[in-house]
């Protein structure tokens, strides 16, 4: 599909199938029984599946073919969440259009801060985007007030003009009508699967990001980025000039930064400074690398993994644990929750350092290298056993001695 190799071509529909099919997916346990708290099947989680799957998808671009580490995304994801609440509250309610300025105002932004940065490289590099993030976040609460509306956070207010709405002005996001909250429950038998307009938006947007994603790696663009990645002196020693390629990777990374904080807002409509924060920025590094940096798959596999526990494991409290392990002696009961409490609720963030740990150690490639190894045990399987196969079979052949 438009030069896709074939094996590209698969991955991009496994990737289409898992998205559309995750309401069902997500949502393996009956609701009633004690292990429906692990499932993740409700809007909210899914949508930010997919956002930040976009959102590190892109950092994947700088990140993971270039070799720049930026401590500074966060700041293009509050300028898109900003400049798409600001959208709606002037113009329409639609979400098409506030998407879309997110990620031009985003793009701009970008080339701002890239050019400047762009002139260091290592260390020094990321240092600069932390200290352009930290400078947005803290304008954002101060000077920039105005704008940002300060710590309150920029909202949706019944006064707003929202010009081409008119009187009959829509309370809620929408797209052409269908609103970003609504959504359908089905129920099938102990099951209940919801599905949510808002979702799929997102869920079709990320497919598209995910397969301008494979272009870009695939391209001789791509190319000249991993050839910085291995080695950018020896490229400009040979007269080749990279800034213009790192600032191009810089821009788009940051562009993908804007669309996904266009969608948050385009989900819920509330911009804050906080996603500004140096911690969101850390967080798209952890899902990058945790997944798999210079893979196409890694981002969005890492972005999962790190909401999920985000969002599941921090709901496991004291009362979850008694539930579970009810059927146990008292002693023995208290004694295992007095265990695990330090590892979930509010200490998940403890199971994710170790687990972060661990993949680290055992996995550098990421969650795609453990994928990867799977696969090349089954397939060792089948050869031993295909080759078993194939020898009796010729001794079965094989005439008998005289």
Not at 44 to 69: E, H, K, P, S
Request: aromatic share 12%; net charge positive; charged share 10%.
């Amino acid at each position: 599909m438009h030069s896709l190799t074939k094996k590209d071509f698969l991955l991009l529909l496994v990737v289409a199938f898992l998205t559309m099919a995750a309401p069902i997916i997500l949502n393996p346990f009956p609701a009633g029984s004690g292990l429906a708290q692990f499932n993740a099947g409700y809007p909210d989680l899914m949508q930010r599946f997919v956002i930040f799957g976009i959102f590190a998808i892109g950092f994947n671009i700088l990140f993971g073919l270039t070799g720049y580490l930026s401590f500074g995304h966060a700041a293009f994801l509050g300028v898109g969440s900003y400049s798409a609440v600001w959208m709606m509250k002037l113009l329409s309610m639609n979400v098409i259009p506030a998407i879309l300025l997110s990620v031009i105002v985003a793009g701009l932004f970008s080339v701002v801060i890239g050019f400047v940065s762009l002139r260091r490289s290592g260390i020094y590099f990321s240092i600069l985007t932390l200290a352009f993030a930290q400078m947005s976040f803290n304008l954002a609460y101060s000077v920039l007030t105005p704008i940002t509306n300060g710590e309150t956070g920029l909202q949706i207010a019944l006064s707003d003009p929202r010009i081409l709405d008119g009187a009959n002005a829509p309370s809620y996001p929408n797209l052409f009508g269908a609103q970003m909250n609504a959504a359908t429950t089905l129920d099938f038998g102990a099951w209940s699967f919801t599905f949510s307009v808002g979702y799929y938006l997102c869920a079709v947007i990320m497919l598209l990001a995910f397969y301008i994603s494979i272009r870009v790696f695939r391209s001789p663009f791509g190319m000249m980025l991993r050839a910085v990645k291995s080695n950018q002196q020896r490229m400009n020693y040979t007269g080749l000039n990279t800034k213009p390629y790192t600032l191009a990777a810089f821009v788009i990374s940051g562009m993908y930064a804007g669309l996904a904080g266009g969608l948050l807002a385009a989900m819920d409509p509330l911009a804050g400074a906080e996603r500004m924060q140096w911690t969101a920025s850390g967080e798209v590094v952890l899902m990058t690398i945790l997944g798999g940096a210079g893979t196409l798959l890694g981002p969005v596999l890492g972005a999962g993994f790190i909401k999920y526990f985000e969002n599941i494991f921090s709901k496991i409290n004291d009362n979850v644990l008694h539930g579970w392990f009810a059927f146990m002696p008292d002693g023995l009961e208290d004694t295992l929750i007095t265990l695990i409490h330090p590892f979930v609720g509010k200490g998940w963030h403890l199971t994710l350092g170790l687990l972060f740990m661990l993949v680290v150690i055992f996995l550098p490639g990421g969650l795609v290298e453990g994928g990867q190894r799977i696969g090349r045990v089954f397939r060792r399987k089948d050869r031993n056993a295909g080759s078993v196969e194939a020898d009796a079979a010729a001794q079965r052949n094989t005439p008998p001695a005289e």
